[in-house]
């Protein structure tokens, strides 16, 4: 299977607590995104990756939340202090873009947090 | 702020007629579009693309269309089967590929 891979796939945590979601990416994909989605909206955009280095990130990601891709192949989304707010699902995806080429992104399935 | 939308939550349609889903955006620097599909407990799944350059996109029974004076673009699918009921996000950013922003989705329901 070389589609994108999320684990866990749930993640059940009490408020305050830490929690770190991998994502492994199509493995010839440079680009890395990650977005949150909450019950009857569209994805949100949380930030994203070119090889290792991160280009953007939204207003959304507090300093609770920090992401990583430390060797240009899979990611982490850490939130610290979680809070019931956090609840959502945490989506990934890769693509490949070269000159004006891409844009269409691989998503994985999703890792879906509940906070108590 | 909501720069893609997509006004209408849900739509119901007879299998083998036609579905039409809307998209709306606001920011006149998109020029990439995208329309994904999403079934439960999935991931998106890419369907089509268009950039600004063109109108009109075509791959099987999926059409998209784009007009850029009206910052408005369609997805057509034909004909419409049972399968194909899912949620459709619209997807739109810049060709520099970085932030793309989603539009809230639409919940199509094809009966048989």
């Known amino acids: 299977d070389t589609g994108v891979s999320q684990n866990p796939r749930h993640k059940i945590t009490k408020r305050g607590q830490n929690v770190t979601f991998r994502c492994d990416p199509i493995?010839?994909?440079?680009?890395l995104y990650w977005y949150r989605q909450t019950l009857g909206q569209g994805p949100e955009f949380l930030t994203y990756?070119?090889?290792?280095?991160?280009?953007?990130k939204s207003r959304l990601l507090s300093d609770r939340f920090s992401a990583e891709r430390p060797k240009g192949s899979f990611s982490t989304l850490e939130i610290q202090r979680t809070e019931q707010g956090d609840s959502a699902m945490y989506l990934c995806?890769?693509?490949?873009?070269?000159?004006?080429?891409?844009?269409?992104?691989?998503f994985g399935p999703g890792t879906r947090l509940t906070v108590t | 702020d909501q720069q893609v939308k997509q006004n209408s939550p849900s739509l119901s349609v007879q299998e083998g007629r036609i579905s039409i889903l809307n998209c709306d955006y606001t920011?006149?620097?998109?020029?990439?579009f995208l329309w994904y599909k999403k079934y439960p407990a999935e991931g998106p799944t890419f369907l089509i693309s268009?950039?600004?350059?063109?109108d009109k996109n075509e791959d099987g029974r999926f059409t998209v269309f784009l007009n850029k004076s009206a910052k408005h673009l369609s997805l057509h699918i034909v004909p419409s089967q049972p399968g194909d009921s899912a949620v459709y996000f619209c997807?739109?950013?810049?060709?520099?590929?970085?932030?793309?922003?989603f539009g809230q989705g639409t919940i199509l329901t094809v009966h048989p």
């Open positions: 493995s010839e994909h440079n680009r």
């Open positions: 268009i950039s600004s350059i063109k």
């Open positions: 997807h739109a950013g810049g060709t520099s590929y970085g932030k793309l922003t």
């Open positions: 990756f070119q090889n290792e280095a991160q280009l953007e």
């Open positions: 920011n006149s620097m998109f020029d990439y």
């Open positions: 995806a890769s693509s490949f873009v070269w000159g004006d080429r891409g844009g269409e992104q691989y």
